[in-house]
């Protein structure tokens, strides 16, 4: 089974900040949290991923919580080719990792 | 910088038909995992290769079988097709001892 939990759905208007919630709350202090996103069912693109800081890239901000049970990944400018499904993924660093994906949060943005 | 690329990218086959799928690694990456992602799901790993070895597998039968040649690139077969095979297969690449994952586009199997 996911570790992490998300809304199913969500949306957004265009050129609007994107809140995305994962809730994580039996992640092991190895455990890093990962978001990808799938668009129209192409592979999985890499987002961003952190440990226990905020993390920003040039595609978008990675909050977690301090007691890291949860966090909120943050596009900051939505556009239309931000719909998509989102996942939130716990992922530890032993070495032979595999991902568990759960349903994820199916983001659509509006013009 | 080539990223993952897969082979090939849709295909038909018959119940009972073995196919076999292929995978380019990202360049520098020596570890490859294989997901399978039914319609509406999120994907679901299936194993993973390092140093030409299956180092950890999913709940998949053993009609799921895997290789990884010197080059870094792998294969994913699977035997007996049934209509359930149908999905979207996925091939990831790593560094080993590294997170973070890089996905292909996939394979689309369509079994009929």
């Known amino acids: 089974d996911a570790k992490t939990t998300q809304p199913p759905s969500m949306d957004c208007a265009e050129g609007r900040a994107a809140n995305l919630p994962c809730n994580h709350s039996?992640?092991?202090?190895?455990?890093?949290v990962y978001w990808y996103r799938q668009i129209h069912s192409q592979g999985p693109q890499y987002i961003i991923h952190?440990?226990?800081n905020n993390e920003t890239n040039e595609m978008a901000s990675l909050i977690i919580t301090e007691d890291r049970k949860s966090s909120t990944l943050i596009l900051p400018h939505a556009t239309l080719r931000d719909t998509a499904v989102y996942y939130c993924?716990?992922?530890?660093?032993?070495?032979?990792?595999?991902?568990?994906f759960g349903t994820g949060t199916r983001l659509k943005v509006l013009a | 910088d080539a990223g993952v690329t897969q082979s090939p990218t849709h295909l038909i086959k018959t119940r009972g038909q073995q196919v076999t799928l292929r995978c380019s690694p990202k360049s520098g990456h020596d570890t490859v995992s294989w997901y399978q992602q039914a319609l509406g799901q999120g994907p679901q790993f299936i194993f993973q290769y390092y140093e030409e070895e299956e180092r950890q597998r999913g709940n998949f039968p053993d009609r799921f079988s895997g290789h990884q040649f010197p080059n870094y690139s792998s294969e994913l077969n699977v035997n007996a097709l049934l209509l359930g095979d149908s999905a979207l297969y996925l091939c990831?690449?790593?560094?080993?001892?590294?997170?973070?994952?890089?996905f292909g586009e996939g394979s689309w199997l369509t079994v009929v």
């Open positions: 952190g440990l226990k």
């Open positions: 990831a690449s790593s560094l080993f001892l590294r997170n973070t994952i890089y």
């Open positions: 039996t992640i092991s202090g190895n455990e890093y």
């Open positions: 993924i716990v992922s530890n660093t032993s070495g032979t990792y595999k991902y568990i």
